[in-house]
């Protein structure tokens, strides 16, 4: 396995600007691309080799990383004309931390292997905050090796890293993780409207729910900035919706049903319809209010 000193990351969105500090404060080389540069022009200042292309990237480093929005743009960068699997040297390792297809993180995997390059999927849950403070949890996919090889990154980005089997497992562990919060949220937004109705402060009935039996991420790290009034993304009611459709297409492929899901989408699409897909998931409160 190939010693990794400079990285290659593709996205510097919400949460990509905030990994790609952390890889820098862990001593790494970072080369970055965006389709809109101005997104990484803070990442420059703080040392970042821009590239102009995802391909001119891929060339120069030892890994790539991939922190997109849709499967679409998963697959144009990995596979496209100028994809950086076609570009890359041999040995180099690729990460694709978009939640994304199973069934397209197989298919990745598989091309790498034709150019002597290895593949993993690795998307993250944690949202602006575990991205920030590099607390994210990360679920892998892949080869064994090729997961222990590329540890030290992950340790600079995230605390609950966990190995889950060959490619694809990684992002059907996110599919579990989006289809608990899917319902969660609706919890949580209904639970802090009623607090409302019912003539509560939504604040102080807060400090009772979240450490019992109702604790939830969402709860403790949504909950205030809906009282707040803050809907700003963390992660973008856009993005939950396409991963929410990714899950209910690989349960129905397993044959499966699931209602709570079927419910928090149709709810997030009527938001998008009032203009919210851009906005954070707990902008969902605005449904009830």
Not at 51 to 56: E, G, L, S, V
Not at 78 to 95: M, N, Q, R
């Amino acid at each position: 396995m190939n010693l990794i000193e400079n990285i290659g990351f593709i996205g510097t969105g919400v949460m990509g600007k905030s990994m790609v500090k952390n890889l820098i404060k862990a001593g790494y080389k970072l080369h970055v691309y965006s389709r809109t540069k101005s997104k990484a022009d803070e990442l420059l200042e703080a040392g970042a080799v821009w590239h102009d292309t995802p391909a001119q990237l891929a060339s120069e480093v030892d890994a790539v990383i991939t922190m997109v929005g849709y499967p679409a743009d998963v697959e144009e960068i990995y596979l496209g004309e100028h994809g950086v699997i076609g570009s890359a040297k041999a040995g180099t390792y690729f990460i694709d931390m978009t939640t994304s297809s199973p069934s397209l993180a197989k298919r990745l995997e598989q091309e790498a292997k034709v150019k002597q390059c290895h593949c993993l999927d690795a998307p993250v849950s944690g949202g602006d905050v575990g991205a920030r403070e590099a607390k994210l949890s990360i679920m892998v996919g892949g080869e064994q090796e090729v997961f222990a090889a590329v540890m030290p990154i992950f340790e600079a980005l995230g605390t609950n890293i966990v190995y889950q089997g060959a490619a694809g497992a990684g992002q059907h562990t996110k599919m579990c993780n989006q289809i608990a919060i899917a319902s969660n949220m609706i919890g949580v937004c209904e639970a802090l409207i009623y607090a409302k109705k019912a003539g509560l402060d939504p604040t102080t009935v807060l400090k009772s729910i979240e450490s019992g039996a109702a604790g939830s991420w969402s709860l403790s790290n949504l909950g205030p900035r809906i009282i707040a009034g803050n809907f700003d993304p963390g992660f973008f009611v856009k993005h939950f919706i396409k991963d929410m459709g990714i899950a209910l297409q690989s349960a129905a492929e397993m044959g499966m049903e699931t209602h709570g899901l079927k419910l928090a989408k149709s709810l997030y699409d009527q938001l998008v319809e009032l203009g919210e897909g851009d906005s954070g998931t707990q902008v969902l409160y605005k449904i009830y209010s």
